[in-house]
């Protein structure tokens, strides 16, 4: 703006002065040197300001950006501002919570069959589509189903569980359970397995955990099961004596069927006169190996007219043999 407004002004002093400097050149030089000497001091002050504005920032400010007087500068200002929560729970630094997903309720449990059947064992294993059920429709012999087989009855096999089984009868789904235990200190009722019969000398009873003696012999002295023998021979309904005995179920290890675990029937102190443990696994029965359920039940229903049994029991990883004798003669 100041070198504009010089310019204007040596404007119009040529005007003025052109005609008086045309009558005198004398004095002409000295005058055009001043007035150039005057434009270069002018030019070089205006450069120097702008050159100071910018280096350090001494640009006049607006007056609208001028902060009035008495109130605190700009980042004061900023400082003093209130936070906004608001803004700072919309980044959801934690992570966002979702909305409580509707949960639907279970289905209610089957309720028992009213059929007369009865669930003598399961081989269950969770996955390949190979779990077995045996049912037995009243006192009659037990038959292995498998999944989606039709039972006695008009029903149908659904699913076979570690401890029952779901069946379909009349489009409702019904439950069959194993045999539960009788508590541990129930005595047996009338019609039950006596402790001792006339003429029989139990097996000492080993303590709970304790090997049989005869158990670590390669060819150990047998058991007296007589009394059990005669028992299952003169029974109407075998596998009500066998539950006094024991229950049996198939005992898979690493998907394959090794046997069949033990636990104790309703009697708890037959297992012990035969000196057997709850959890002892029956693997072979006199010299036949087990390799599947059927062949092993098979097998166990023969036993019931042997003179002897000789068997192989896995306990506590290590397999033991054990010897009964029936009190029958043996056939040689």
Known sequence: MLANFLQDVLLAAEKRIGPALARSDAWLRPTVIFVNALLVVTLAYALAELAAALLWNRLPLPASAAPAPGSPSGEMAIAQQPADYAAVGAWHL???????????????????????????????????????????????????????????????????????????????????NLPRLDSADRSPASGDIPSVLPGDTPAPVEPPGQLPEQSTNANPRPV???????????????????QDLAFASPYVQNGRFLGFRLRPGRDRRLMKRLGLDSGDVITEVNGARFDDPLQGFSILRELVGAGRIDVRVLRRGIEIPLAFSSGKPTVK
């Open 94 to 176: 934690f992570g966002q919570m979702e909305a409580p997903r509707h949960v639907e309720a279970p289905p209610p449990p089957a309720s028992v069959t009213p059929l007369n059947l009865r669930l003598v064992g399961v081989f269950f294993i969770e996955r390949g589509g190979k779990a077995l059920a045996l049912i037995a429709e009243g006192s009659g012999l037990e038959r292995s189903y498998r999944i989606g087989e039709e039972l006695p009855g008009g029903a149908r096999l659904d699913r076979i569980q570690r401890d029952s089984v779901i069946i379909s009868h009349g489009g409702q789904q019904e439950t069959l």
């Open 224 to 242: 007296n099961a007589a009394m059990i023998a005669s028992r299952l021979r003169g029974a109407s309904d075998r596998s009500q004596v066998l």
